[in-house]
């Protein structure tokens, strides 16, 4: 259960997430990061001030944010866990907004209230070994058979995808469309028959926010779970990855804004007269820092607010 209530201001949301980092974030960042362990307690307390459906109607249990809000608490939280904000980013700005914009009402009732009150995890599945984030390159198949899709192939690089609930996905339902029109989006629950986690990824850093191949082995999506229309969802993809590159941006204001206070902590603990450098040198260095990071933040919080526009 989440404690929303009333839809709160962006302001009370917002000094919600401080609290949760300071009590609970915050003070497992290095863990999460050394050990490369899911952020599944991170998230749920996320869960339990209304967070996980930032961008979700409250219709559905969200709080009906908007994006700006999302960019600036994917800022606070990269700042403090750069892992559990990835993990968050996803849940919000990838798989909840493409139900949002996308999906049909009946898809909205049954899966939006799971995501937003934190019960379900999301995963964006795009990209394929040879084709990267090219949506008209990828070669997962998906075929109509009465009422079901039965879907083969593999998926890498899934962010969330060992742990999801439910993914979305695409596959190719034509051949004899032009490459980009005839790719499909697809709801599919990770709990289907032949849907199944393959290798994780090794990686240099944000370890806790784990990205899996994932294999497709004949699974069947009922044709309910089509994300718009077939041969459709080449523009379901391009709309959802704009709204991924403002959340990653935020993270990256994060990440630099912890990085400049390390800064300053560092180079205040230097005692006058230190003989490797010069402080009002270093002074200049870190007011730079400073007005790059807030430029950039301004920068992404326009793009944010243009989207909600």
């Not at 009946?106 to 949506?135: F, I």
Request: aromatic fraction near 4%; charged fraction near 25%; hydrophobic fraction near 45%.
């Amino acid at each position: 259960m989440t404690e929303v209530g009333p839809i709160p201001s962006t302001e009370e949301l917002l000094a919600r997430l401080d609290r949760v980092i300071a009590e609970r974030i915050a003070p497992m960042a290095d863990e999460t990061s050394r050990s490369g362990r899911h952020p599944a307690e991170q998230m749920a307390a996320l869960a339990s001030v209304g967070l996980m459906g930032i961008v979700v109607p409250a219709r559905y249990g969200g709080t009906e944010s908007g994006n700006l809000a999302l960019s600036r608490a994917m800022a606070k939280l990269a700042r403090a866990c750069p892992s559990t904000s990835v993990t968050f980013s996803v849940q919000n700005s990838l798989v909840a907004w493409c139900l949002v914009a996308f999906a049909t009402e009946d898809q909205k009732s049954r899966y939006l209230p799971r995501l937003a009150s934190g019960e379900w995890l999301g995963a964006y599945s795009l990209t394929e070994s040879h084709s990267g984030s090219d949506a008209a390159a990828l070669r997962c198949r998906a075929r109509r058979e009465g009422n079901v899709y039965r879907i083969s192939g593999t998926k890498a690089f899934v962010t969330n995808g060992a742990n999801a609930d439910l993914v979305v996905l695409f596959a190719r339902t034509s051949e004899t469309e032009k490459a980009s029109k005839g790719v499909s989006c697809f709801l599919v629950e990770a709990a289907s028959e032949g849907f199944a986690v393959g290798k994780r990824e090794k990686k240099m850093g944000i370890s806790g926010s784990q990205c899996v191949e994932i294999v497709l082995s004949n699974v069947a999506v009922p044709a309910a779970n089509l994300l718009g229309e077939e041969n459709k969802g080449f523009r379901i993809a391009m709309a959802a990855l704009d709204g991924g590159r403002i959340g990653i941006a935020s993270q990256a204001v994060g990440i630099a804004e912890a990085a400049l206070q390390e800064s300053i902590a560092l180079l205040s603990a230097r005692p006058e007269g230190d003989p490797f450098g010069d402080r009002e040198m270093a002074d200049f260095r870190l007011a730079e820092m400073a007005t790059r990071i807030d430029a950039a933040r301004l920068l992404v919080e326009r793009a944010a607010a243009a989207k909600d526009a």
